[in-house]
T-cell receptor
């Protein structure tokens, strides 16, 4: 079975600084996908970034980058130049491909607070 | 803009009174999912539709049902809500056209309160 671990329940970062949110995973499937979602207090899950297990390069999307270390089974999210609007819950998730759909297994999340 | 819409955003119901939550999408995705997220927890998949095919998770209570009358709409029915069913309910969609990069896109969620 797949498992996602986020060991940081909460993180603080100063505005304009970079922050790394940790995520480790466990799977026996050689083909998998890793996702990061942001969930503000309003509740919507916002897709941030995706990394495929066969991707040679680390994914980047604007201020978001994914530090993918396959041998260590880690997929940490790096947010550069933090903004107050980045304060939210962040979930790491792994996709399991079933016969009919892709199921996501979520970690427990990290609450990020950006301070002035 | 293409999107996933959930109505209502907030729903209050009484213990045991049936309630229906709705989800619609303009992305033309063939897969739709329903998740339950309780306070301070990760989302938990209840079931999904792949086109018209319904797929229930093994641990989803019978109290939860779903309908998908067409590609755009999907409903979550809770037949007899209990206090433990109070949660955020998230709808998501994805496309199987490019399964290797299949990403789920979520709606804003419906917060259900059971009195």
């Amino acid at each position: 079975a797949q498992k996602i671990t986020q060991t940081q329940p909460g993180m603080f970062v100063q505005e304009k600084e970079a922050v790394t949110l940790d995520c480790t995973y466990d799977t026996s499937d050689p083909s998998y996908g890793l996702f990061w979602y942001k969930q503000p207090s309003s509740g919507e899950m916002i897709f941030l970034i995706y990394q495929g297990s066969y991707d040679q390069q680390n994914a980047t999307e604007g201020r978001y980058s994914l530090n993918f270390q396959k041998a260590r089974k880690s997929a940490n999210l790096v947010i550069s130049a933090s903004q107050l609007g980045d304060s939210a819950m962040y979930f790491c998730a792994m996709r399991e491909v079933t016969g009919t759909a892709s199921k996501l297994t979520f970690g427990t999340g990290t609450r990020l607070q950006v301070t002035l | 803009d293409a999107m996933v819409i959930q109505n209502p955003r907030y729903q209050v119901t009484q213990f045991g009174k049936p309630v229906t939550l709705s989800c619609s999408q303009t992305l033309n995705h063939n897969v739709m999912y329903w998740y339950q997220q309780k306070s301070s927890q990760a989302p938990k998949l209840l079931f999904h539709y792949y086109d018209k095919d319904f797929n229930n998770e093994a641990d989803t209570p019978d109290n939860f049902q779903s309908r998908r009358p067409n590609t755009s709409f999907c409903f979550l029915d809770i037949r007899s809500p209990g206090l433990g069913d109070a949660a955020m309910y998230l709808c998501a969609t994805s496309s199987k056209v490019r399964p290797i990069q299949e990403t789920q896109y979520f709606g804003p969620g419906t917060r259900l309160l059971v009195l």
